[in-house]
């Protein structure tokens, strides 16, 4: 169970100043949920910088997951200035990047990414509790993206960001082991987003 969350921004062609006052409000508001974690700083990276280098060991997923595509002609379009984080949302899923780039075939502020939760859900990260953590919490900091004006398309390929149903994360009979798990994965938690988690756990039960 799980899939990925496919993701893009278009914030477009705003002051470089706002730029970094959206990447900064995104990453206060990831700080204050359960990730597993989340870079101490937003980074901001300029020209050579910006170009994925395996052998560079910094910024490696957010300079990955900048690189455009040009299937015409095979191409890969770097940014030439990048402003944003990485995080890893949950034990098992893959890294979270948020960030926003500027390209010099556009003049808009822009990114695509994904995140595949899937494998939150592995015993060994944590089963199926963890996995409903993991794709909540992207759901999570698309809808705060969503508020500030820059989320431009979502694709979940298991439905959740559409329907927002947990029924299309968590059997219906598996309700209540599912909302243990989660207090035990999660004993201290009490904040909003763990509040409405709960809220959609007990709709489920009606």
Known sequence: MGYSIHYQFNAGNRPINEIRSILHSLHHH??????????????????????????NGTSLLLTLQ??????ATGESIYPTHLIGFET??????EGLVIFLGHYSHDENWMATGHCKTQFASQPESGGIANFVLAHTLVVEMLDRSQCLEILDNVFDEIG????RDLHCL????SVQFVRQAIIQLLPNSSSDFMQKLQRQLDELDV
């Open 30 to 55: 990831a700080q204050l949920l359960p990730f597993t974690w989340v870079d101490a700083n937003v980074t901001e990276l300029e020209g050579k910088d910006c170009v994925f280098n395996s052998e």
């Open 66 to 71: 900048a690189i455009q595509h040009n299937f």
């Open 88 to 93: 890893l949302p949950r034990s098992g899923c």
């Open 160 to 163: 959740y960001w559409q329907q």
């Open 170 to 173: 968590v059997e219906r009979d």
